[in-house]
């Protein structure tokens, strides 16, 4: 018997790998003008941009929003 598929869309990914793929897919330029925060427009880093993500909540909900949304996009 398989266990249900969990609804989360987020399930099983980690923040790394969302960053990861938003970086590939827009750049940090474009990611900077899509999401108004810092770690994205001063010298960006996956690496600084993890570490404020993990502590801010209301930035890391934007980051995993957007993902949701452009999912779609990467299977293109």
Known sequence: MEKPQSKD???GITL???LEQLVDY???DTLSE???IKCFTDNPSI???LTFLRKTDWARKKV???YIK???KFKV
């Open 64 to 66: 995993e929003e957007l």
């Open 16 to 18: 790394q790998r969302i």
């Open 9 to 11: 869309p987020l399930h």
């Open 26 to 28: 827009y750049g940090f």
């Open 34 to 36: 899509l999401i108004k």
């Open 70 to 72: 452009t999912v779609p």
């Open 47 to 49: 690496k600084s941009s």
